[in-house]
């Protein structure tokens, strides 16, 4: 590793601790709270941005509604939860 790519990793993970938003522990499996959400009208699924992009391997998300990640590793669902509670 040279030196000009480990200072873009520092200054990257610095920015990333700066920015980086705590979420709420919900207690609760993420689908569960998607579905239960979804069923008050709360939030509805994103429109699927990149059909060309889903994945055959990887969970689904219900959200986005494509492959390739689960709800569960879904930083945008993270950041619908949490406006809803801010
Ligand atoms: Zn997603």
């Given at each position: 590793m040279d030196m000009c790519n480990s200072n873009v990793e520092l200054v990257e993970s610095h920015l990333n601790n700066k920015q980086k938003r705590k979420f709420v522990s919900l207690g609760m499996n993420l689908e569960k709270v998607f579905c239960i959400l979804?069923?008050?009208?709360?939030?509805?699924?994103?429109?699927?941005?990149?059909?060309?992009?889903?994945?055959?391997?990887?969970?689904?998300?219900?959200?986005?509604?494509?492959?390739?990640?689960?709800?569960?590793?879904?930083?945008?669902?993270?950041?619908?939860?949490?406006?809803?509670?801010?």
């Open positions: 979804e069923a008050k009208g709360v939030l509805k699924p994103l429109r699927p941005k990149f059909p060309k992009f889903i994945q055959k391997n990887g969970g689904y998300c219900k959200y986005h509604q494509v492959n390739g990640h689960s709800i569960r590793e879904c930083r945008a669902f993270k950041n619908a939860i949490q406006d809803l509670i801010d």
